[in-house]
């Protein structure tokens, strides 16, 4: 369906092409295609609907210039055993698969002679607007940051203090060493001072 409107659109522009002249047709218009993206709605919970009146269910479908609503699909439950007795409506507008809607608050309406007890609504629509297809759309590229030049290290030397590894490397042996000597001889004098008493 929507492949015919489009070729009727541009059947359209090229007779307004022809008729108007060539100052009119002089510039290449951008081809324009429409990208659609479903978004699901639902609200539930649990509603007494009393016959011919409606309930609000306070989810909006949003509505933006530009673009265009469509129901996909659609679902009611009600605790009775005939849910057809409910219809549903964006913006007054009624709801089936297929229907353009306008946007606006969903409510449920009781059509039937009894009471109704509503417990859930869950709707698909599609959001589609017309893009140019001549040019994809590309998310700008966030901008990059500048971090500070590395300074130079000197070879075999440590990235962070420029020192040679080697001397680094000897002096934390010797502090392990000279700490492990302290710590036995600490506990030597402690056991001696046990035993002595």
Known sequence: MRQMISAAAIGAVVSVACIAGPAAAAGPRPAEATQ?????????????????????????VPSEPG??????????????????AVSISIGGSSVSNGASVPGGEIAATNSSAASVALTRIELSIDRCYQVDSAV????????????????AVPEGGLPETGQASSDLVALAV???????GL????????TARVRGR
């Open 183 to 190: 710590q036995v001889a600490g506990r030597g004098r402690v």
């Open 136 to 151: 994809p759309v590309v998310p700008a590229a966030p901008a990059a940051e500048t971090l500070p030049a590395m300074p």
């Open 67 to 84: 673009v265009q609503l469509a129901v996909v699909a659609f679902d009611v439950s009600t605790m009775d055993p005939a849910p057809g």
């Open 36 to 60: 659609c993206t479903n978004v699901p709605y639902s609200w539930a919970g649990a509603a007494t609907i009393a016959p011919g009146q409606s309930f609000s269910t306070g989810v909006v």
């Open 174 to 180: 010797l502090l392990i060493v000279v700490g492990g």
